[in-house]
T-cell receptor, first 116, second 111 residues
Framework: EAGVFQSPRYKIIEKKQPVAFWCNPI?????LYWYLQNLGQGPELLIR????????DSQLPKDRFSAERLKGVDSTLKIQPAELGDSAVYLC??????????????FGPGTRLTVL | RKEVEQDPGPFNVPEGATVAFNCTYS??????FFWYRQDCRKEPKLLMS???SGNEDGRFTAQLNRASQYISLLIRDSKLSDSATYLC????????????FGAGTRLFVKA
């Protein structure tokens, strides 16, 4: 079944360790989003890609977070080094061409990160 | 003030009840509006888009009031399966297609 795939689903690491998340969007979707969601909160945008270009990374903490979307398909989000406060669910979403403001975003199942 | 604000609830209602949620947004230049549903420990999924003329999908009705900068969601004849968190989403504005989620309103429908 077509959908947004993310891996791993769960990750437990110690603080100061690096961690990486992977996302495979729905085929043909040009726009890819990474969100962070804390318990009891809505998703908060970290970065948005249009094809391989990061068009909005204003909320990405660039001192420790990085992302890439080589070839405009799959994407990885990395944290190095992780801090206790990074424990959250990291959601990837994709949508079709952004010309329509009513494009639906399809979310992956998320990666639940626990930093000890 | 948050850009998108929702009453966190929880709303506890019996089956068959009608329940309404409101959401306010601060950016008057916002262009598009949505309600997403998120089940516990699951990803958000689109429930419905919200158009200026208002729209209905079965038991669900969404409305937009641009003058007062709020959107609403009405659920009629609540079912147990409607129990979830409902996220208000606002997109667009001076920053382009920036998408902002509210913190969500929790709904519990009880038998």
């Amino acid at each position: 079944e077509a959908g947004v795939f993310q891996s791993p689903r769960y990750k437990i690491i110690e603080k100061k360790q690096p961690v990486a998340f992977w996302c495979n969007p729905i085929s043909g979707h040009n726009t890819l989003y990474w969100y962070l969601q804390n318990l009891g909160q809505g998703p908060e945008l970290l970065i948005r890609y249009e094809n391989e270009e990061a068009v909005d990374d204003s909320q990405l903490p660039k001192d420790r977070f990085s992302a890439e979307r080589l070839k405009g398909v799959d994407s990885t989000l990395k944290i190095q080094p992780a801090e206790l406060g990074d424990s959250a669910v990291y959601l990837c979403a994709s949508s079709g061409a952004s010309q329509s403001s009513y494009n639906e975003q399809f979310f992956g199942p998320g990666t639940r990160l626990t930093v000890l | 003030r948050k850009e998108v604000e929702q009453d966190p609830g929880p709303f506890n209602v019996p089956e068959g009840a009608t329940v309404a949620f409101n959401c306010t947004y601060s950016n008057s230049a916002s262009q598009s509006f949505f309600w997403y549903r998120q089940d516990c420990r699951k990803e958000p999924k689109l429930l419905m888009s919200v158009y200026s003329s208002g729209n209905e999908d079965g038991r669900f009705t969404a409305q937009l009031n641009r003058a007062s900068q709020y959107i609403s969601l009405l659920i009629r004849d609540s079912k147990l399966s409607d129990s979830a968190t409902y996220l208000c989403v606002v997109k667009g504005g001076t920053g382009g297609f920036k998408t902002i989620f509210g913190a969500g309103t929790r709904l519990f429908v009880k038998a």
